[in-house]
């Protein structure tokens, strides 16, 4: 299973980005599918999650109300949609992917562990004044 995040580039606090991941080799029909991210010297964490048929989300506390994931099945792709961004999500982002279970367990945190595929990942950048705005 390949997993090809893209989206990612660098925006002024305030912006927009809407990252993509687009699966090959197999259906993520059938796969509980997440965001995380990582920035440079912190752990890895879990972002936004999103069940097999979309019927169930969740997000980490620190981006309710700003992201939103969602998934095509039909395009076999995933996206999470970033609002209102600020420096403190600047991150290297990567898509995954889980059994179906995990996303309808009661648990609402994130276990790494419990995601098989992960992708490369893209970079989002939250900067201040002077930055660029460039989309890779």
């Known amino acids: 299973v390949q997993l090809v995040e893209s989206g990612g580039g660098s925006v002024q606090p305030g912006g927009s980005l809407k990252l993509s991941c687009d699966v090959a080799?197999?259906?993520?029909?059938?796969?509980?599918m997440a965001w995380f991210r990582q920035a440079p010297g912190q752990m890895r964490v879990g972002v936004a999650r999103i069940s097999m048929n979309s019927e169930r989300t969740t997000y980490a506390d620190t981006v309710k109300g700003r992201f939103f994931i969602s998934r095509d099945n039909d395009k076999n792709a995933i996206y999470l949609q970033m609002n209102n961004l600020i420096p403190e999500y600047s991150a290297m982002y990567y898509c995954a992917a889980a059994p179906a279970y995990i996303c309808t367990s009661e648990f609402v945190g994130f276990n790494e562990g419990d995601f098989y595929y992960w992708g490369q990942g893209t970079q989002v950048t939250v900067g201040g004044q002077g930055t660029q705005v460039t989309v890779s």
């Open positions: 080799d197999y259906m993520i029909s059938v796969y509980c």
